[in-house]
């Protein structure tokens, strides 16, 4: 069966070739059984401390000639100390229904007069009546509207009846670098305020996560340590720059007590540009756009790349009649194997590398035909509600 609509490509029977084994799961964490093994583990390694040594079993140090230097307080700028310092203020604690029955994940301000970033599947329980309540450190837990979310890009928006806060700056994703150090801030199981510190492991990692809602990242991979609860709270670098929106975690099938594990060093994160473009767009609009490209990709085809339609299908034309890719010379039945040079290995993927533009962006496609040739067009992306 084709995809009903011009802007979508639902995923196909077959996952991509460079994907692993491992599920990709959305980091929000569901109030109840997580949060209750979350605080037994806590409270055991909290309780289970070795006695402290006495003065009479730690003697005191031998004198020395040298003068004693007294150690500042202050961290260095830079480090990760002060970056914590620095940005903690501005991430908060996210509850969905009451007493975060519903769920919980973690948020960072946006705008000082009150516009908070999170994740859609954070606050999507929401729609069920459940309200949303934002807790930063050293406020009071205040309730938030959901001004706008979006689930293809997996970000919501939300405003509090606030306006001294300390937003957080975006980075320039394309300057972010493998190996360089990041930072994730958020709220792990509850635990608002949790500073946990690593990599980018990869850039431009194509990932697919959700079951009834399904979110395409281009995402910036991390080993930082992202668990349950996470999602929607930012990944920095030392400069105390967002660059991206931990979202996604990696998961091995099952834990020792038959649960899912939590951070295995698989973490994904919405890059900061689509981020910062989708909120702005929220905050704008309530709505986002998504670029498309007019054409829609037959789901059965189990080769490489993406296939257009060889004919129409359950009413629905290979290729959208005025669309970019009609405009382009796109024809029915040829196969995407290539978007800006990535080559692409199946619907999902060529999903990813749309969503990760903007609208109006151009893009350079490599199509085969059904003899092997290639060619090459440019196209124009349109945004959904064109």
Request: negative net charge; glycine residues 14%; without cysteine.
């Amino acid at each position: 069966m084709s995809d009903p609509t011009a802007t979508s490509y639902l995923p196909p029977a077959r996952p991509p070739r460079r994907r692993s084994s491992a599920p990709l799961v959305l980091a929000a964490l569901v109030a109840g059984l997580v949060g209750g093994l979350g605080g037994g583990v806590l409270a055991e390694n909290l309780t289970d401390r070795p006695p402290a040594r006495s003065e009479e079993a730690s003697p005191a140090p031998a004198a020395s000639g040298a003068a004693a230097e007294p150690v500042s307080a202050a961290p260095a700028a830079g480090s990760i100390p002060a970056l914590s310092r620095s940005v903690l203020p501005s991430v908060a604690l996210i509850s969905v229904g009451p007493g975060g029955r519903d769920g919980q994940g973690s948020g960072f301000v946006v705008r000082a007069d009150g516009y908070l970033l999170t994740n859609h599947h954070v606050v999507a329980a929401s729609t069920t009546g459940g309200g949303v309540t934002v807790e930063l450190p050293g406020r009071e837990p205040v309730p938030a509207e959901v001004v706008g979310s979006d689930p293809v890009y997996d970000i919501a928006v939300l405003k509090v009846d606030l306006d001294d806060l300390a937003a957080l700056p975006f980075a320039d994703s394309a300057a972010v670098q493998v190996g360089q150090t990041v930072v994730a801030v958020g709220a792990p199981l509850g635990l608002d305020s949790t500073v946990t510190s690593g990599i980018v492991s990869a850039v431009d990692r194509p990932v697919v996560a959700g079951d009834e809602e399904v979110s395409y990242i281009n995402a910036i991979q991390t080993d930082a340590a992202i668990n349950p609860g996470n999602s929607g709270g930012p990944l920095l670098d030392l400069a105390g720059r967002v660059v991206g929106v931990n979202s996604a975690i990696a998961q091995m099938p099952t834990g020792a007590l038959g649960g899912p594990r939590g951070s295995i060093g698989l973490g994904f994160a919405i890059p900061a540009e689509q981020a910062e473009r989708t909120a702005t767009q929220l905050i704008e609009t309530g709505s986002s756009e998504h670029p498309v490209m007019g054409v829609h990709i037959d789901l059965q085809y189990t080769g490489d790349g993406a296939r257009v339609l060889g004919e129409e299908r359950d009413g629905a034309a290979p290729v959208i009649p005025g669309g970019p890719a009609a405009e382009a010379g796109v024809l029915p039945g040829e196969v995407i194997v290539e978007v800006d040079g990535t080559r692409i290995t199946d619907a999902q993927h060529l999903l990813v590398e749309l969503r990760s533009r903007a609208v109006g962006d151009e893009v350079e496609l490599v199509l085969r035909d059904e003899d092997g040739g290639l060619r090459t067009v440019r196209i124009v992306l349109a945004g959904s509600g064109d």
